[in-house]
């Protein structure tokens, strides 16, 4: 089982629909998430970073950790034709400075 | 900001070159680290360094080595270029937290 499973899509979505991601995870250790938005032939660009369960909303997107449930999600709301990227989720247990990534999943937002 | 900096965004070198690919950051960040990221495979880390002149191997290291004499400088060398290395090569930093910052990439063909 890898440690991180992430739907690769892609994920096609009208534009203003809301858009969700989400990741499950087989480590119960993994304390810190965050989420990477990647352009094409782009480097991924950190979006969401979140400890622990709970939620963080930050303007129209928001991360969601369910750590019982082995869990993280992010939510893109009004979605726009700029939101069309790669979304990978990576995730830390406490004193570790490695990440595990999932593969990402690619969104497609059409105007 | 954080400014994660790589020599070239592509490159192409000829199978048994040497190649040297050079990260720089400028967040005085203590960790840093090479992936590379091929499609349906995902980032996979190659090395990573969390001081000066220290290195630990990562998933991939088989045909890649690594220095790190400043802090701020990371570099990934190809001691002989396979085809099988062709890919996009990532450099990534962080500190004492867990979030990584990506540098743009770095596209490089073996032929």
């Known amino acids: 089982q890898k440690e991180v499973e992430q739907d690769p899509g892609p994920l096609s979505v009208p534009e203003g629909a809301i858009v969700s991601l989400n990741c499950t995870y087989s480590n119960s250790a993994f304390q810190y998430f965050m989420w990477y938005r990647q352009y094409s032939r782009k480097g991924p660009e950190l979006l969401m970073y979140t400890y622990s369960s709970g939620n963080k909303e930050d303007g129209r997107f928001t991360a969601q950790v369910d750590k019982s449930s082995k869990y993280i999600s992010l939510f893109i709301r009004d979605s726009q034709p700029s939101d069309s990227a790669t979304y990978l989720c990576a995730m830390s247990t406490y004193g570790n400075n490695r990440l595990a990534f999932g593969k990402g999943n690619q969104v497609v937002v059409i105007p | 900001d954080v400014k994660v900096t790589q020599s070239s965004r592509y490159l192409v070198k000829r199978t048994g070159e040497k190649v040297f690919l050079e990260c720089v950051q400028d967040?005085?960040?203590?960790?840093m680290f090479w992936y590379r990221q091929d499609p349906g495979l995902g980032l996979r880390l190659i090395y990573f360094s969390y001081d000066v002149k220290m290195k630990e191997k990562g998933d991939i290291p088989e045909g890649y080595s690594v220095s790190r004499e400043k802090k701020e400088r990371f570099s990934l060398i190809l001691e002989s270029a396979s085809t099988n290395q062709t890919s996009m090569y990532l450099c990534?930093?962080?500190?004492?937290?867990?979030?990584?910052?990506f540098g743009p990439g770095t596209r490089l063909t073996v032929t």
């Open positions: 990534a930093s962080s500190s004492l937290r867990y979030e990584q910052y």
């Open positions: 967040m005085d960040h203590e960790n």
